[in-house]
């Protein structure tokens, strides 16, 4: 069947990196994303990238992450710099067959992830 697995979370300093992957059991999805959920707070698109590169970012996140995929390794990455405390989440791996049209909406994603946590502290 359809998995996503993600890994890499962590506890970190504000200013410092974390690198989040997402391990896939297809390598031909059209669009892949990464969306978080803070404490009481809605889940929120992050970065997501189609299966020709294009990548796309939210805005609170441009310049610091980078989002990538591996497609012959079935791996996508989050390569988040310059961490703040407000980017604390539960970071989740989404992908869609097809090449998504809003890319930072949940439904667009049939295939989800269980989550990593990220926690930023001051």
């Known amino acids: 069947g359809t998995w996503l697995t993600e890994s890499g979370g962590g506890s970190v300093q504000a200013g410092e990196s974390l690198r989040l992957s997402c391990a896939a059991s297809?390598?031909?999805?059209?669009?892949m994303g990464w969306f978080r959920q803070a404490p009481g707070k809605d889940r929120e698109g992050v970065a997501a990238?189609?299966?020709?590169?294009?990548?796309y970012y939210t805005n609170s996140v441009k310049g610091r992450f980078t989002v990538s995929r591996d497609n012959d390794n079935k791996i996508m990455y989050l390569q988040m710099d310059s961490l703040q405390p407000e980017d604390t989440a539960m970071y989740y791996c989404?992908?869609?067959?097809?090449?998504?049209?809003?890319?930072?909406?949940?439904?667009?994603?049939?295939?989800w992830g269980r989550g990593t946590q990220v926690t930023v502290s001051s």
């Open positions: 989404a992908a869609s067959s097809q090449r998504a049209i809003s890319r930072f909406q949940e439904s667009e994603y049939s295939y």
């Open positions: 990238i189609d299966s020709d590169g294009t990548t």
């Open positions: 297809y390598k031909s999805y059209g669009t």
